[in-house]
């Protein structure tokens, strides 16, 4: 598994106890249009506030990737900081080019200094290991509380000329729809430009990671990253080549949400929540995220208990003009409410009859207000004993 024009390794510099990988590095053969869509918590971390530096500085190039999992390195103040300007320029001398253009990320647990010594020591010689094949070990040395690894990949032909996107993703527990909601790494060899890349990816993040909660907190770390090497070499400027990148860019950023979701912390079953018939898309959103996030919807689908009226209860705290009368319900392709009130055609409680749907890994959930015609989707999760336990002692 490679993208030509991109090496990649990691390391074990021993800060995670278990001894597993915890340093993941990334290098393109030339400086690469990048794009990247920060967290929006105001808790940013210090690698999050130095790789929006980089980008800035650099005009949107970046040609170097450093990762460290099992310290956010967040919330460390001065020597924070520090520690991510180190790792940055540590990495920028093994592979001689400008601090600029090297990209740095962490994630783990928040409060706690980096043991910067020993990444320190560890960033050269795994800089010696970088390879066109390595991209599973730096997958997997990214990752936290993940049970495995998370990759998905495309080829696209842009302007006759075949174009590969290759990416991984990272992240249990967290997670909500405030971008970026992850730490998530895609690499293409597409020839595009930073102002077009940047597009592609905000569009791409919007559509698929910004529909996904699995507890409704968005981290302090949050990065979504991409590089465009351009060893394709189709013309970046043909606004048909940019579309079909966008396009293979947004399918490949939902495989990843997708896959993150099924990966989450406890989670066992995930949940398309689609709403249609809405008088906006920003309304249709707006009720869809707040089913989504909402704890009791979520414990009703760990218990695969149809709970329909956390669903209408969920839907109506969004904040959005509705008219019950005018409601519908589905879950999986079970009416459960037609005009505001239990669909009992088939006798008994409706809820009933979608309990064997509820206990497949995945289904959807529908609603129907009966008011517009513009339609979003959510995606949602479970919340389960074992999210709880998890979270209970992720430090002790």
Known sequence: MHCPGFRFAAARAGIKESG????????????????????????????????????????????????????????????????????????????????????????????????????????????????????????????????????ASRSVELGGERATLLGC??????????????LTFVVTDAAITP??????TRRAVDATYNTITIDGDTSTNDTFLVLAGGAAENDPDDPANTRAFARALEELSDELARALMADGEGVNHVVDIRVRG??????????????ARSPLVKTAIAGRDPNWGRILCAAGNAGVALRP?????????????????????????????????????????TLDLGAGEASATALACDLSHEYVSINADYRT
């Open 195 to 200: 102002a077009e890349l940047d597009g592609a």
């Open 169 to 182: 993703t990272k992240g249990a527990g967290m997670i909500a729809p405030n971008m970026a909601t992850t």
């Open 20 to 151: 597993a990988l915890d340093l993941a590095l990334a290098a393109s053969d030339r400086p690469a249009s990048a794009a990247a869509v920060f967290t929006q918590n105001r808790f940013p971390a210090a690698p999050v506030r130095a790789s929006r530096a980089a980008l800035a500085e650099s005009g949107g190039l970046a040609q170097g990737i450093v990762v460290n999992s099992g310290n956010a390195n967040a919330c460390t103040g001065a020597r924070g900081t520090a520690d991510a300007d180190r790792m940055v320029r540590r990495f920028a001398t093994a592979l001689e080019i400008s601090p600029d253009l090297v990209q740095v990320a962490s994630t783990g647990v928040i409060g706690a200094p980096l043991p910067i010594d020993a990444i320190d020591a560890a960033i050269a010689p795994a800089a010696a290991r970088l390879r066109e094949d390595g991209f599973s070990e730096f997958a997997e040395a990214i990752l936290t509380t993940d049970r495995g690894a998370k990759i």
């Open 278 to 291: 809405a008088d906006s898309e920003d309304d249709a959103r707006r009720i869809a995220s707040a089913i």
């Open 325 to 365: 009368e005018a409601v519908e319900l589905y879950i999986g392709d079970v009416p459960i409410v037609r005009e505001g009130v239990a669909d009992r055609d088939g006798g008994g409680d409706p809820g009933d009859r979608a309990s064997a749907v509820m206990t497949a890994p995945s289904y959807a959930i």
